[in-house]
């Protein structure tokens, strides 16, 4: 398994922005695809970003898309999340994740809190 750890936390006002870092080590050849996930409260987890380990074949939820930026050093083993023009709505627990062949399934990080104010 692929053991992942985010940083890049912090409140913020709207408007402002934000980079959010995920180091991952362990099984990295294991892996297809990393991306950032948000949890906000009393909802469920959501999709934000992925990217593929060879740094092509981005994806980007909806709402997010023009604002932020996914992006992977694969010598470090690091995927970033640049966060700009942040809204009230992006205040969440954003995740890092992998998803790797051998599990078929992503797993995640403990998280880093991103929190807006108005």
């Known amino acids: 398994q692929v053991q992942l750890t985010e940083s890049g936390g912090g409140l913020v006002q709207a408007g402002d922005s934000l980079r959010l870092s995920c180091v991952a080590s362990?099984?990295?050849?294991?892996?297809?695809?990393m991306g950032w996930f948000r949890q906000a409260p009393g909802k469920d987890r959501e999709f934000v970003a992925t990217i593929r380990q060879s740094g092509d074949g981005t994806d980007y939820a909806d709402s997010v898309k023009g604002r932020f930026t996914i992006s992977i050093d694969s010598a470090k083993s690091t995927i970033y999340l640049q966060m700009n023009s942040l809204k009230p709505e992006d205040t969440a627990i954003y995740y890092c994740?992998?998803?790797?062949?051998?599990?078929?399934?992503?797993?995640y990080g403990q998280g880093t809190q991103v929190s807006v104010s108005s």
């Open positions: 994740g992998a998803f790797s062949y051998g599990s078929g399934d992503y797993n």
């Open positions: 362990g099984r990295m050849f294991d892996v297809y695809k």
